[in-house]
C-alpha cells in the first residue's frame, strides 16, 4: 500500500469547553480503582462493546492494530479460566515469585485465589498479535507490540471507567494456557485478563496513595 492522505479537521473546541471536559475526565479517573470483589450482577454489553471499540482506535505500530479482544460471558469458560489461572498462581505464590515481588505484592492483600475470574459477568482476554499470518500462510512481522497493546488497555480501562464499571488487570504468569483454552491462533500471546462488572456490595480496596501530579510531572 502506498501513502495516501485525507483531511483532518477536528472540531476546536471553546477553551472553557476544552477545560471542563478536561477536568471530568480527570475526576472519572481519580474515582478509579482496580477491583478484585465483584457482583455478579449483569452489566449492559453495549456498555463493553464501546469500551473495547474505544481500545480498538488506539495507536499502533505502522497501524497495524496488532490486539484481539475476546470477550467471556459463558460461566463454564470462565471457571476453566479460573482454575487454571489460579494453579499458575499457586506456584508463583509458594516461590517463583520471589521474595522482593512477594514483598512489594503484601498491601495489595493479593494471593493465589482469584473469585474475580468467575464472579466478574464479563472477561476480557487481551491478546497481542506478535506477527500477522496471511490467508496463504505466510507471515508478516509487527512493530511495537507492547507499546501498541499496552496503550489499548490503557484506553480499554478508561472506557470503562466512564462508563460506570469496574475492572481489574489481571496477568496469571504464565498465561499461555489463555491461548489454548481460547483456541487463539500460534500468532497470539496473552497479554492480560480483564474482569469487568460493577463492585459488590461489600468491596473493598487496598488504602493506597497515588502519586500527585507534581512528583510525576517534570516541566521544561
Known sequence: MTYHPVPYRPARLPDDESLARAATLRQHMEARRSVRMFSPDPVPERAVLDAIAVA?????????????????????????IREAAEAEEQLSYDG????????ALRPLGTDAVKPHLTD???????????????EDGGV?????????????V??????????????????????????ELLGRPRNEKAFAVIP?????????????????????LVRI
Open 120 to 134: 466478574a459477568p464479563y472477561l476480557i482476554v487481551v491478546f497481542q498479535q506478535r506477527f500477522a499470518l496471511d
Open 140 to 152: 508478516r512481522k509487527h512493530y511495537y507490540v507492547d507499546e501498541s497493546v499496552g496503550i489499548a
Open 96 to 103: 517463583r515469585l520471589g521474595d522482593e515481588w512477594l514483598a
Open 56 to 80: 480498538s482506535t488506539a495507536p499502533s505500530g505502522a497501524h497495524q492494530q496488532p490486539w484481539t479482544f475476546v470477550l467471556v460471558a459463558d460461566p463454564d469458560v470462565r471457571r476453566r
Open 154 to 179: 490503557g484506553m480499554l480501562l478508561t472506557a470503562l471507567q466512564v462508563a460506570g464499571l469496574a475492572a481489574l488487570t489481571h496477568t496469571p504468569s504464565p498465561m499461555r494456557f489463555l491461548g
Open 196 to 216: 469487568v462488572g460493577y463492585p459488590a456490595d461489600d468491596c473493598v480496596v487496598p488504602d493506597l496513595r497515588r502519586k500527585p501530579l507534581g512528583e510525576v
